[in-house]
């Protein structure tokens, strides 16, 4: 109604929205074309993306001339003839000011009006964005922000960057992938503790530590119960479980966010069944912040274009006890990556299911070798105008009707290539970083405790961390 009433009126909008040229109908007003009834209904009823973080303002610990070690100390040229320092420090100070840049509020509707938003309403407004079209706080990414942000003496805006994602934590009991409500299905690399831990070893600050401790502990438990953490056994040796962590998310539909390359991704799947159960290993790749690479893909011959089959063990005593929960098959082994590779042949007749498929046009752009296949893949192959062609494909790309959506995917799919993204299979795989990011997160908690004086607590957490060591060497 408000958007309504605002396009029946001649007054201008409010600076905040003329500033972010986001008022509705901008697109219309200055002449622009709509490509297509959606196009047309989208712009003319809601705000262009980005309306809810105002840019301009800037952030209350920033200084031109940050007085941290890294600029008086560190990056201090020792002599006149320093250049190398020197050229260091300019660089360095640069990088500061992208802090600027970078700095948003986001608009106080969010949090008054949550429903007409995907941005995900946070306890302290003022963010760091990734930049470009990326306008979200990213889970793990913030981990090299808040170590920036230290770097460069802003202190206050570290705490609060990572007081927002213990929050999260408190609220949904887990640290979502971003903080838009589109990524409540899956986390990312649990570093929240290794935040806290560089911000009490900056600050020094135990009460700050108190308070957010609780948090730091729902977020070890969402690792460490199912169905992220999974158990694993030996045939020659049932009666002695393994319980390491994965990526998962329970979600098997497309990601709201690459809805078109998902569904393209799964054009071949013959079932509904091979639909979802790629569209799950997806969002499971993508919770892991690698994505996406044939890091997540076993065959017969062990991991994806294996050439040492040495590393390929038969692991015909290695499997994983079914879980209940949201599957109702029983699992292939779990497989360690960036480890010798335990492979078994429960897995190789699980992924054959997914051969062949075909490969979306982001997985070659994002191979530089494979560009030139791009030469085969015709876009526009009539002589029909573009701008006909474009308003047409709009429809049909963003259709609910199956044969409509099929007839488009039909006309571009030219190709096959070796690697897809169907072929991945993250939720069957257990990997050694994220279990070791769970290692460190462990011994933090241990020192954490240990510095409020809670020597049980401590005790617990260094238990759990050398348990995780031994079932990582055993696995």
């Known amino acids: 109604q408000t958007n309504k009433s605002a396009l029946n009126t001649n007054k201008k909008p409010p600076n905040g929205m003329a500033r972010m040229a986001s008022f509705p109908k901008a697109a219309h007003l200055s002449g622009v074309k709509y490509h297509s009834i959606m196009d047309k209904f989208i712009k003319s009823h809601f705000f262009n993306p980005g309306f809810e973080l105002l840019a301009g303002e800037m952030p209350e610990d920033w200084r031109d001339d940050p007085q941290s070690d890294l600029f008086t100390k ?19 100070k640069d990088l500061n000011r992208l802090w ?41 990414d913030s981990h ?17 960057l990572t007081e927002n994602l213990a929050d999260l934590a408190d609220r949904y009991g887990f640290i979502p992938n971003g903080t838009r409500k589109y990524y409540l299905t899956r986390s990312q690399p649990p570093l929240l503790i290794t935040m806290a831990h560089e911000v009490y070893k900056a600050t020094k600050d135990k009460e700050w530590l108190k308070e957010i401790l609780p948090s730091l502990t729902k977020e070890h438990v969402y690792w460490t119960t199912a169905p992220m953490e999974v158990p694993i056994v030996r045939q020659s040796e049932l009666d002695v479980e393994y319980r390491l962590a994965r990526y998962y998310s329970k979600d098997d539909t497309p990601r709201p966010e690459s809805y078109y390359e998902d569904r393209m991704t799964t054009f071949l799947a013959d079932t509904d069944d091979t639909k979802q159960e790629i569209y799950q290993n997806i969002r499971a790749a993508a919770a892991s912040g690698w994505d996406f690479s044939s890091r997540w893909y076993f065959d017969k011959n062990g991991a994806f274009d294996s050439e040492d089959k040495s590393m390929c063990h038969d692991s015909s005593d290695h499997y994983i006890n079914p879980l209940e929960q949201d599957l109702g098959t029983p699992l292939p082994p779990f497989l360690p990556t960036m480890s010798p590779m335990l492979h078994g042949q429960d897995l190789s007749s699980h992924m054959m299911k997914f051969s062949p498929f075909v490969t979306p046009m982001s997985d070659l752009a994002a191979n530089m070798d494979q560009l030139d296949q791009l030469d085969h893949f015709d876009l526009f192959p009539t002589t029909q105008p573009v701008e006909d062609i474009i308003s047409s494909d709009f429809d049909k790309a963003l ?35 994220l279990n070791v990011f769970l290692c460190k997160a462990e011994g933090f908690l241990s020192h954490f405790y240990a510095e409020i004086g809670d020597e049980a607590m401590s005790a617990k957490y260094k238990q759990l961390q050398t348990r995780r060591i031994d079932h990582m060497l055993q696995v």
């Open 144 to 160: 090299w922000i808040v170590q920036g942000l230290i770097c460069c003496g802003m202190l206050t805006s570290a705490k609060h």
């Open 74 to 92: 560190i990056l201090c040229p020792a002599t006149d003839e320093d250049v190398n320092t020197e050229f260091l420090l300019y660089f360095a």
């Open 100 to 140: 600027r840049i970078l700095y948003r509020v986001v608009n106080k509707n969010v949090s008054k009006q949550p429903f007409r938003y995907s941005l995900i309403p946070l306890k302290h407004p003022g963010i760091f964005v990734p930049g470009g079209r990326f306008r979200e706080i990213y889970y793990w």
């Open 399 to 433: 259709s609910v009707d199956e044969n409509i959506f099929n007839e488009f995917a039909e006309e571009r799919i030219q190709f096959k290539h070796e690697f897809t993204m169907a072929k991945l299979d993250t939720i069957h795989v257990v990997p050694v970083d």
